[in-house]
Nanobody, 123 residues
């Protein structure tokens, strides 16, 4: 059973920052890749960022490049998503994902999901 525990969502004004965290077990943490997806109201879930935990190679959606940074805390089996210069269009529920695959393609997918954490950005 893969458990992903997210934290760090909230409401901020545009231009401000938030950091999301996702903790899991050591065995999951050493799986191939973990990352973040998001789903805005009325829209499909979309890829945001991912990291290969053993390399670590990172991936970002074009919409967040230069503003978001994904990182790992190996000692705590945790990944973080630092989100800077947030925009209203970043408003969504953010989901931590494990066993992310198809990275580098138009449609990355994941096998395991967290419960989601809400991010609201006001203008």
């Amino acid at each position: 059973h893969v458990q992903l525990v997210e934290a760090g969502g909230g409401s901020v004004q545009a231009g401000h920052s938030l950091t999301l965290s996702c903790s899991t077990s050591q065995s999951t943490f050493h799986s191939v890749a973990m990352g973040w997806f998001r789903q805005a109201p009325g829209k499909e879930r979309e890829f945001v960022s991912a990291i290969w935990l053993r390399t670590p190679v990172v991936y970002y959606a074009d919409s967040v490049k230069g503003r978001f940074t994904i990182s790992t805390d190996n000692a705590k089996s945790t990944i973080h998503l630092q989100m800077n210069n947030l925009k209203p269009e970043d408003t969504a529920t953010y989901y931590c994902a494990a066993h992310v695959r198809a990275l580098g393609t138009a449609t990355p997918q994941a096998e395991y999901w967290g419960q989601g954490t809400r991010v609201t950005v006001s203008s």
